[in-house]
């Protein structure tokens, strides 16, 4: 069955970076777009950003300009590459495709905090 297993979570100052890694089984991850989501305490999950097969991006407004999203289709891999992080940037963060599986992962927990 697909498997999503995201890591790189951890607890950063403002201004700080953290680079989120999902690694996808189970499914022919070339063919999807993948992306990353978030969510906070007490908030819905929104999706933060993704990147077609195509590698064309697209980001939510809040992230543009700090965050970058990639892939790596031979080692079945997308990244989060989270720059000058904000202490609303802090909730838990998941891959999935575009739209989104049904099940997701266990999800990074990134926060940022002085």
């Known amino acids: 069955q697909v498997q999503l297993v995201e890591s790189g979570g951890g607890v950063v100052q403002p201004g700080g970076s953290l680079r989120l890694s999902c690694t996808v089984s189970g499914t022919i991850f070339r063919f999807h777009t993948m992306a990353w989501y978030r969510q906070a305490p007490g908030n819905q999950r929104e999706l933060v950003a993704h990147i077609a097969t195509s590698d064309i991006t697209n980001y939510v407004d809040s992230v543009k300009g700090r965050f970058t999203v990639s892939r790596d289709n031979a080692k079945k891999t997308v990244y989060l590459q989270m720059n000058s992080l904000k202490p609303e940037d802090t909730a838990v963060y998941y891959c999935?495709?575009?739209?989104?599986?049904?099940?997701w992962g266990q999800g990074t927990q990134v926060t940022v905090s002085s």
């Open positions: 999935n495709k575009n739209p989104p599986f049904t099940f």
